[in-house]
Each structure stands twice: as structure tokens, then as C-alpha cells.
């Protein structure tokens, strides 16, 4: 069992290419023993944006404060806090924060 | 892809045996194309419970609002706003909602 506030999980900056402003903490992985899926809470800067990429393996997002613009397949879609987004395996996407930053739970199967 | 506001999908009573004043919205599912994982948000009531059980397969859990006692093995947990939980497989666990109620996001595997 894990149980805490998820600032007691270090924030990480990411340093992907094309990841801008970019910072999360992997609350729930395969280090805690998760056999499945992994828990990430990611927090943009303002402006900030994470890379324009595809992978084959989905997301599921749940925008926690903060809001911006999901990129998917050059189409836009406005986020704004509790708002619920999954994205299918192999399409391309980004997310990209407002003024105000964008902090949002991803969820993503491990890498086997 | 899917992006809506978690409001937008149904609220469904829990009618499992020993849940009490428990709601559920299965935001991410199998039908919406998820390949491995669902994300659902359980609404419990003030003084609302899931039943104590145990099962094969994890939980991942972010708290949104409200609190209550989470118990595992006995054992009990306060919980919070943005509190991390996660629920290895075969643990005994339930969840009882305070005064406020408690609404949290809850993520399993797709049972296979």
C-alpha cells in the first residue's frame, strides 16, 4: 500500500526533446509495485507544452487546476480543470499550458 | 480520442453488496477504446462506503474532493484532498466518505 499528498513525490523536470517548461512526479510506478499502469501528475509553466509526438501506448488525463490546449492530430480542444481525456495509442498529440499553467494526473501502461 | 467534462458522463448507482450512498462514472472505459485500464470517479455521500473486500487486480486512487478513512488490512488512512493511494492486488480495503462526502478517481485494470 502507498498512501500520501502527492507534492511528497519529488517533481522531476522533463528532458524530452521538444518538452518546454515541463515538471512530474511519477506518484504511483513499478517501483511502488504497480503491475500494470503507472501514475504520473504533470505540471506545465505557463506557455509550457510537451513535445508534438505519437507512441503505441494510450494516455488518460484528468486536468486537475490550471487549463491550455490538447493538440491531437493538428486538431485543437480546450482544456479546462476536470476535464477527461483519452488518447488512443499511435495518435500524435500535445498538451500545452495558458497563462495560468496546467497541472493534469496522465496515466500510462508500463513499457514491456 | 474522448475529451469531456467528467460531468458529462453518467452517474450510476453501485448496487454491489455493502457498497451504502456510492455513485460511479466510468469517464475512460473498454467501449471508449482503452486498451488496458479504466478510470472511473466514485462519488460516495456523507458517511458513504464501498464494501470491505479484497480482489486480484490494483487500484489507483487521487482523492479530489471531500475525505474520509480509507482502511487496509485493517489498518486506517485519512484522507484527503490530492492524497495518492494505491491499493496493491489482493489487499483488503474499503473506502467511507465523511461529513463532506468524498469523490475520488479510481483507476483497475480491465479484467480479463
Redesign the interface.
Known amino acids: ?7 511528497e ?1 519529488p517533481l522531476e523536470p522533463v528532458t524530452m526533446a521538444g518538452a518546454q517548461g515541463v515538471s512530474v512526479r511519477w ?2 510506478s513499478e517501483a ?6 503507472a ?1 504520473r501528475i504533470f505540471e506545465l509553466e505557463a506557455g509550457g507544452s510537451t513535445p508534438y509526438h505519437e507512441h503505441p501506448w ?1 494516455h ?1 488525463v ?1 486536468i486537475l487546476a490550471g487549463g491550455g490546449i ?1 493538440t ?2 493538428g486538431q485543437e ?1 480546450k ?2 480543470p ?8 499511435g ?1 500524435s498529440h500535445n498538451f500545452r499550458a495558458g497563462d495560468e499553467g496546467m497541472t493534469f ?1 496522465c ?1 500510462v ?1 508500463h513499457q514491456k
Open positions: 500500500m502507498k498512501h500520501v499528498h502527492y507534492t513525490v506518484v504511483i511502488d509495485g504497480a503491475p500494470n499502469f501514475m494510450e488518460e484528468f490538447l491531437v492530430e480542444e482544456l479546462k476536470q476535464d477527461v481525456v483519452f488518447v488512443p495509442p495518435v494526473i496515466l501502461p
